[in-house]
């Protein structure tokens, strides 16, 4: 009974290997951005600490970049995290080094304790640019007590 179980397992084991190889098409990988009219960029400061805040104010920061790269650098969004964070850039290219600058608003109204937020700078570069802002918001309506 165990030679007839053993042999039965064998031959199951086989036959499943014997699909798998004969399987031979290759899975597609997603296609890549194309090489041509690829270009870096490089930021002065990626993080900006805004601080101290009161619930209600709204501070802007303005992130300089330098086009590192051989090409005109088009941006062609920059993508924030929440609502209370609004950033301005300027549709031209930017031509090899020379500087730009992406405008974020912070909105703090609503908002309590640390915040965190991200900005996603999609331009003709190999991956997205991530920038972060942080601050510490006060709210006289919103108090925790432990």
Do not use: W
């Amino acid at each position: 009974m165990i030679k007839f179980l053993s042999i039965f397992l064998l031959f199951t084991l086989l036959a499943c290997q014997g699909k798998n190889s004969g399987n031979t098409q290759k899975k597609n990988k997603p296609a890549e951005k194309e090489t041509n009219g690829i270009t870096k960029f490089e930021f002065n400061e990626e993080m900006h600490n805004f601080g101290l805040l009161q619930s209600g104010e709204i501070i802007v920061y303005t992130f300089v970049f330098t086009n590192t790269g051989d090409k005109e650098l088009k941006i062609d969004d920059v993508v924030t995290d929440c609502g209370c964070v609004h950033a301005e850039f300027l549709k031209e290219p930017v031509p090899p080094g020379k500087t730009g600058l992406i405008e974020v608003e912070f909105d703090s109204s609503g908002l309590f304790g640390r915040q965190f937020k991200t900005i996603e700078v999609h331009a003709n570069t190999k991956k997205p640019k991530q920038l972060a802002i942080f601050a510490e918001v006060q709210n006289k309506h919103l108090e925790i007590k432990y």
